[in-house]
């Protein structure tokens, strides 16, 4: 923010304090004249020759953070010798240098905390001190000191330079020099502040995305989850574990995805972790529903600020997605499982009219985006909608922008003031002190009261928060602040005076820019739903296919994975994936080539439905390519209406007609009921195998030429056995004297010559007519199908 203390060398305090400095600066006009006749100082080469800056100083502790009247200030931490050369006669001082009476000028003593050839008053002195005889190079040694405030001569309340200084001798410089120091701000509040600022702090439990799409068969449809990160996170000494309970001891506003709280609560019952190919049992149960009961318990009588689900990267909807058909359908879907999600879980009604774009970064396309699922304010920050004035403070965060939307801007240097690594004490007491001096600072700019908004970074590590929290606890406890709930800060009255101007798109930063998603993520989300809107509409029960996967697509849009590109695209191709492995257990029995024999005959086809629920809504389209050989119920092609219960299938028979011999290739394809091709088509051949009436004709001819030529050989073996019989009776008349030689009668001998014998059931003629089908067999039929007729 532009502040006219910056540019212009003084500061907007009361008149009182402007006096005493001003006269503090008149007196000490001669110093300065005499300072001009001391020799030049060292060039960094000749500094580093001395020993100069060789000896590290770190900070660990100072307390309070904000001393008042009556307080000790203690302070403790480690000096390091990293030079060559052992350091002699060395002592451990405290400087108060002078008050640093602008936010710049806290930045610039922040830059240069470590640097020796800055200027830092005097030391203390005296008993103040902590003497060593000698550092060892490489070597760390302790040191704690404690003055009485008193004693540090503070003025009126300001932020003072603060530093701890580490002098000694070397044997190449056998003179004491200071050797290393380590600068900081020490916030002295000598009365009650005038006016106070209010302070909102936003405290965000946000996470990464930890569920999948996949949910188990079973009737409570037991998740999946990507890894035991989120376990972690909420385990004892983890991030979420941390933020929690440092948080609850705090007056902040809570800022919650939704996401994060739906995600620990399915791991309050059984739930699975991907191993791989595999899956097994999630252990964190009890875990999960320590840390909710103790959630639900720190956001009793709070602001809670609920984000859409999953957090959804708006700069990169703004800039990327619009164009792709169906994206902001998914930030509206987004915003409205909020209070079906939040509300239960903790028991609180959230405020949900929030937007909050990554690191308040704005353009007039992200304003646009975040606020057409409903919201109409945006937190955005200082360093992206920029003072442009002449104002001499900091101005209140609410900023009206046009179309009935609010700009919540937070204060860029208290925002970014924890950021970094703070795993080091040293880091972390840096970190607070500079907060707490910048907010001090920010306070003395005037007499008006301000809303001032603190929106730190999403997802703070355990050291972030934990500094956050140490500093918080001393502004809290201080003077010249108070907390306020970012709803009121929102609707404060705001300075008439303050830029109201978005910044244009070509203003986003390229360094954000950079991380967003590309457009390709956006259409990849929108085939995905293309998918789950031709699968849904075939189930019996769609909400346990349209629930997982609709959230699913609302963390494929997480800002969360800024900085990750290849684990979103895998993320999202998982998704997808497992979409196309679902609608694929519903599908048509591939089918060999089918013989057909005659006329007409019915052709079967087979749905196969490998889902535990029922599909319905399905019809199955037969269609022949070659209509004028073989005819689907009379057409080139036929359709029937489709159900299948879960892990069954359905034969569903066509009937079909032949007008020619050949092979017919049919194509077998699923549908929905609005016309939408569904899975995969099956084709296969139908041979047609039909007697023609010409065939049968010529066929019939040959059976009558054969019984006639049989009735002909009939008749001519009966006559020649006639003549044979009398022939035989002219023999016996003339051997009847003789005695009877053969006891047969004529009549018994014909019927012998023809085959037969008395009591058969009549003779068999060769002439008789073959039985015109062939007996049934039981042998297998060949490699195709038949059909049935």
């Known amino acids: 923010m532009a502040e006219a203390a910056d540019f212009q060398g003084t500061s907007a305090s009361p008149a009182r304090r402007w006096l005493r400095r001003t006269g503090a600066l008149l007196a000490g006009l001669p110093l300065l004249a005499g300072l001009s006749q001391l020799p030049a100082a060292p060039s960094a080469d000749a500094a580093e020759a001395s020993g100069s800056g060789t000896v590290s100083v770190a900070l660990d502790t100072l307390s309070p953070s904000a001393p008042t009247d009556g307080d000790t200030l203690t302070v403790s931490g480690t000096v390091t010798n990293n030079g060559k050369q052992t350091v002699t ?30 200027i ?122 941390q933020m929690l309970s440092l948080g609850k001891n705090l007056d902040l506003t809570w800022v919650i995805d939704p996401d994060l709280l739906a995600s620990v609560d399915a791991m309050t019952r059984p739930y699975q972790v991907k191993t791989g190919d595999t899956t097994r049992a999630g252990t964190y149960q009890t875990v999960a529903k320590q840390w909710l009961a103790e959630l639900q318990k720190a956001v009793e009588d709070k602001e809670v600020v609920a984000l859409p689900f999953a957090d959804p990267d708006l700069a990169s909807l703004a800039h990327n997605g619009t164009s792709v058909t169906g994206s902001l359908s998914h930030l509206k879907e ?270 079967p086809v087979t749905v196969q439905n490998n889902l535990v629920q029922g599909v319905d809504h399905l019809v199955l389209r037969l269609t022949s390519l070659s209509p004028k050989r073989l005819e689907i119920g009379g057409e080139a092609y036929t359709e029937q209406s489709v159900e299948v219960s879960g892990s069954r299938s359905q034969t569903v028979k066509f009937p079909t007609t032949a007008n020619a011999n050949g092979r017919a290739t049919v194509v077998a394809q699923l549908y929905t009921e609005d016309g939408q091709a569904y899975g995969a ?25 054969l019984v006639l030529a049989g009735f002909r050989m009939y008749t001519q073996r009966k006559r020649a056995a006639a003549r044979e019989v009398e022939e035989e009776d002219v023999d016996e008349a003339g051997e009847a004297a003789s005695g009877p030689e053969n006891l047969d009668s004529p009549e018994d001998r014909l019927k012998e010559e023809s085959g037969t014998r008395p009591g058969a059931d009549g003779p068999e003629q060769p002439s008789d007519p073959t039985a015109d089908t062939a007996a049934e067999s039981n042998d297998p039929s060949g490699t195709g199908e038949r059909v049935d007729r």
């Open 120 to 241: 830092t008053r005097s030391e203390i002195g005296g008993k103040y001190v902590e003497k060593f005889s000698r550092l060892t190079p490489g070597v760390a040694e302790h040191f704690s000191l404690s003055v009485p405030v008193d004693e540090l001569d503070l003025g009126d309340s300001g932020v003072y330079q603060f530093a701890v200084s580490l002098s000694g001798e070397t044997s190449a410089q056998p003179w004491e020099q200071v050797l290393g120091i380590q600068r900081t701000f020490l916030p002295w509040q000598s009365d009650k502040a005038d006016t106070k600022t209010k302070t909102t702090y936003l405290w965000p439990l946000i996470s990464a995305v930890h569920m999948t799409a996949e949910t188990g068969s079973n009737e409570q449809q037991t998740p999946v989850f990507l890894n035991d990160d989120l376990a972690k996170e909420i385990a004892p000494g983890g991030r979420l574990d």
């Open 89 to 118: 006669d060395a002592h451990v001082g405290l400087r108060v240098g002078p008050e640093l009476t602008t936010r710049s000028a806290i930045d610039r003593t922040a830059k240069d905390s470590s640097d020796t050839q800055g």
């Open 334 to 603: 987004a915003t409205d499982v909020v209070a079906n999600t939040v509300e239960p879980i903790l028991h609180v009604q959230p405020v949900t009219d929030f937007a909050w774009p990554v690191d308040g970064a704005v353009d007039p396309s992200i304003v646009k985006v975040a606020t057409s699922a409903g919201a109409d304010k945006v937190i955005a920050r200082s360093d992206s909608l920029q003072e442009t004035g002449s104002l001499p403070y900091t101005p209140s965060a609410a900023r009206p922008i046009g179309g009935g939307t609010t700009a919540v801007v937070a204060d860029a240097r208290l925002s970014t003031a924890f950021q970094g690594d703070l795993t080091k004490a040293s880091a972390s007491t840096l970190a607070v002190q500079r907060f707490l001096a910048q907010s001090l600072a920010l306070n003395l700019q005037t007499n008006k009261q301000r809303s001032i908004v603190v929106a730190p970074q999403r997802m703070p590590t355990a050291g972030q928060a934990q500094a956050m929290a140490e500093a918080l606890t001393a502004l809290q406890s201080g003077d010249w602040s108070e907390s306020q709930e970012l709803t009121a800060a929102a609707t404060a009255k705001p300075d008439p005076a303050a830029t109201t101007k978005v910044p244009s798109r070509s203003a986003y930063p390229s360094s954000l820019r950079k991380q967003e998603l590309p457009r390709s993520a956006f259409a990849q989300i929108a085939t995905t739903q293309e998918k789950l809107d031709n699968f849904k509409v075939v189930l019996s029960d769609e909400s346990r296919v349209v629930t997982p996967f609709g959230r699913a697509m609302n963390r494929e849009m997480s800002t969360s994975w800024r900085g990750r590109a290849t684990e979103a695209t895998g993320f999202r191709g998982d998704v997808e994936g497992y979409l196309d492995e679902l609608s694929d257990q519903v599908k048509l029995i591939e089918k060999s080539e089918t013989k057909l024999s005659g006329r007409s005959a019915t052709i």
């Open 681 to 705: 088509p099956v084709a296969f051949d139908v041979k047609v195998t039909e007697f023609t009436a010409t065939v049968m004709l010529v066929i019939g001819g040959g059976v009558l030429l």
